[in-house]
């Protein structure tokens, strides 16, 4: 199967519907709720107009993205950023295009300096693991073993 | 030892040098690299007069801190916020500060339109871990006992 060859490129606010589309698709596939296409397009227009928020694609139309949220942090003259969702089309997989879309993701992150690169993968998703670490994360700090876990709470208004 | 049993608040910038002060024995405690109080302190100057981030402190002088950052999320109509640091200092642990800090952390993300917020534990410290369970956080999403694990990259310019 062939698919657009040409290096991944950042996001603009009218690749939101794009990677709504993705973002949808990628909850269905992992059995997560989504809030729907739409609800995500008319988030994702506001997000991408705003600093805090930048998305990396792959393909035209799109087969994959890498979306990414900055924040300040005390310990960093930079941001952090986290990579919030990473996702190829299952058709296409295993062709490299989640490497040049992470490559292409961390490039983003330097060119807006960013100092740290945070994600939370999932502890039985060692495929994932091995991926990220090939990309240069690591999950415990040199000359440790410890790795941490992630927690969360939703708060319900 | 008594202490002020006052409740916590919010910190403002003029607090900037003591939550500066908190940190640093916090990492030095630790036995983790720290920029020193000059340059956190001009940091969290910075930091406090923003959006994305604010502190909850206890006792004047303070000695408990929660520093907490925010950051828009696709899957929420309202903000994510990370409990970067939670400290209590060493003589003052066990009487329940840090339990308050922690309310008052939660309440002020409420306040804030905060619909989640996340904390990075580490996998051995299984006293932090129940501490946060107790407070409401959770490692796994509701049916699954699937953990995430917390990876990283730092960006070297």
Redesign the interface.
Known sequence: MGHDERPPRLATVTDAEEIARL?DDFNTEFETAS?GVEV?SA??RA?LK?D??FATLAGTPAVGVA?V???????Y?GH?A?L??LYVVPALRGLGIGSAVVDHM?ST??ARG???????????DVDA?RF?ER?????TEPGSS??????????V?
Request: hydrophobic share 40%; aromatic share 12%.
């Open positions: 973002l809030p995500l988030r994702l997000l705003g805090a928020t979306l949220t900055l924040r300040p942090n005390v310990w003259a952090v986290l919030d969702e961390t992150c330097r960013v100092d740290l690169v945070e994600i939370n993968v999932d502890e039985e693991q990220y990309h240069g994360f690591s999950s410890e790795r941490a876990f992630y927690y969360y709470q939703e708060l208004s």
